[in-house]
Nanobody, 116 residues
Framework: QVQLVESGGGLVQPGDSLRLSCAASGIMVGTSHMNWFRQAPGKERDFVGRILNGGAGTDYADSVKGRFTISRDYAKNTAYLQMNSLQPEDTAIYYC?????????WGQGTQVTVSS
């Protein structure tokens, strides 16, 4: 059974940083592409970025490139989304996502609110 559990969201001010975590069970984060999405109120769920399996690198949406960084900890079997220079438009529920053996799995999401 694959489970993804996000944590680390909260209320921050513009310019602040947050690190989100996605703890995985049932899969190995090192052998899976780990994806991050976000959904703002009234909007569709959008791709944020991903870390590719086997150390093949990362890629990001243009809107977060240079501010967000995705990484993983093999020992903790956890993926991370480091978010710097947060802006109000980054306010959303953030989800991690993985495809495994032909199925797609989502975490429950964690709320990030950026407001002064």
């Amino acid at each position: 059974q694959v489970q993804l559990v996000e944590s680390g969201g909260g209320l921050v001010q513009p310019g602040d940083s947050l690190r989100l975590s996605c703890a995985a069970s049932g899969i190995m984060v090192g052998t899976s592409h780990m994806n991050w999405f976000r959904q703002a109120p009234g909007k569709e769920r959008d791709f944020v970025g991903r870390i590719l399996n086997g150390g093949a690198g990362t890629d990001y949406a243009d809107s977060v490139k240079g501010r967000f960084t995705i990484s993983r900890d093999y020992a903790k079997n956890t993926a991370y989304l480091q978010m710097n220079s947060l802006q109000p438009e980054d306010t959303a529920i953030y989800y991690c996502n993985v495809f495994f053996r032909g199925k797609e799995y989502w975490g429950q999401g964690t709320q990030v609110t950026v407001s002064s």
